[in-house]
């Protein structure tokens, strides 16, 4: 399946020229499906840069996973975190982590006579991963980015924020294509691919299968019916019964958007796809 557009591509060449200008690439994954959302070009593109990792939408993702995905990506030149950019009040840390990352250069800077040496970052990650969400609670208010919006690519500039770090505006990255369709289901039902690209029934039926085997509970509570009733239907018995039980008579294209969105909100649990002792990460 080829769904990298153009205008992605683009950006991350833009990006690649910038790199000699960052000081610290911070990759941000979302908690939820933290190997489906890495790129598999970062390591290449973070090269021997300092590397933060944000882990985020951690208050929507199961705790058990994001504490073993923090772990896993912890690495001697990366640093990880995880946060609810939505709703934290944890900036600090985040903050702290970025001087961390940074403070080589910023000692050598020092050495050299510079006070206060300015800390240039920059944040990729898969659309709809929090990138803007975090940028604009490091910048304190909201930044229009000229990134990943067909159409918008204007460039790119230095977002300046409170604490003598600037943000590069850079839009996110995504892979050119991916051979393994489990990944793209994952990224598609935590949106982070556009609904178009795959059929929504599709994915919702990818989902019930995920659901059944590592969260029956949360799949029989939002199907309205008991953990035995769940073992006894098939996938496409129960998206059906579904759809029907919330008033969508057969319309389940309807229902698995429905689904997805409750999903996506965290309305279905907190909910984690991605197992970190099943990949090699770093
Ligand atoms: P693109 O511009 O598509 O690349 O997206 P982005 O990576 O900049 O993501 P953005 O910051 O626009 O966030 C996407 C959606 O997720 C928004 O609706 C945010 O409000 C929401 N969001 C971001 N971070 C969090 C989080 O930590 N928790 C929750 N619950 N929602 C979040």
């Keep these: 399946i080829q769904w990298?557009?153009?205008?992605?591509?683009?950006?991350?060449?833009?990006?690649?020229?910038?790199?000699?200008?960052?000081?610290?690439?911070?990759?941000v994954l979302d908690a939820r499906i933290p190997s489906a959302s890495r790129n598999p070009m970062i390591s290449e593109l973070v090269g021997d840069k300092p590397h933060l990792i944000i882990l985020n939408k951690?208050?929507?993702?199961?705790?058990?996973?994001?504490?073993?995905?923090?772990?896993?990506?912890?690495?001697?030149?990366?640093?990880?975190?995880a946060?609810?950019?939505?709703?934290?009040?944890?900036?600090?840390?985040?903050?702290?982590l970025?001087?961390?990352?940074?403070?080589?250069?910023?000692?050598?800077?020092?050495?050299?006579?510079?006070?206060?040496?300015?800390?240039?970052?920059?944040?990729?990650?898969?659309?709809?991963?929090?990138?803007?969400?975090?940028?604009?609670?490091?910048?304190g208010r909201n930044v229009t980015m000229t990134g990943d919006r067909p159409g918008v690519t204007k460039g790119q500039a230095w977002l300046k924020t409170p604490y003598g770090i600037q943000i590069l505006d850079t839009p996110g990255i995504l892979w050119p294509k991916f051979e393994d369709q489990e990944v793209g289901y994952k990224l598609a039902a935590f949106g982070a691919i556009k609904d178009t690209i795959f059929h929504a029934d599709d994915v919702a039926l990818f989902v019930i299968r995920q659901l059944r085997?590592?969260?029956?509970?949360?799949?029989?509570?939002?199907?309205?019916?008991?953990?035995?009733?769940?073992e006894n239907i098939g996938d496409t018995d129960l998206l059906l019964a579904m759809t029907q039980n919330n008033g969508m008579r057969e319309d389940y294209d309807r229902f698995s958007l429905f689904m997805l969105q409750r999903l996506r909100k965290g309305k279905l649990g907190r909910i984690s796809l991605d197992?970190?002792?099943?990949n090699n990460e770093n």
């Design 98 to 139: 970025i001087k961390k990352a940074a403070s080589e250069k910023v000692k050598k800077l020092e050495e050299r006579g510079a006070s206060n040496p300015i800390i240039r970052v920059c944040l990729v990650g898969v659309p709809n991963c929090g990138k803007s969400t975090i940028i604009n609670r490091l910048v």
């Design 4 to 27: 990298y557009p153009g205008h992605m591509n683009k950006a991350r060449n833009q990006l690649e020229e910038k790199l000699n200008l960052i000081d610290v690439v911070i990759e």
């Design 213 to 230: 085997q590592y969260y029956p509970a949360y799949l029989a509570k939002f199907a309205n019916c008991t953990k035995d009733k769940l």
């Design 58 to 81: 951690t208050d929507l993702a199961d705790p058990v996973m994001t504490k073993l995905w923090q772990k896993k990506l912890q690495g001697p030149r990366t640093l990880v975190m």
């Design 275 to 278: 197992w970190p002792s099943a």
């Design 83 to 96: 946060m609810d950019a939505q709703h934290n009040t944890n900036m600090q840390a985040l903050i702290t």
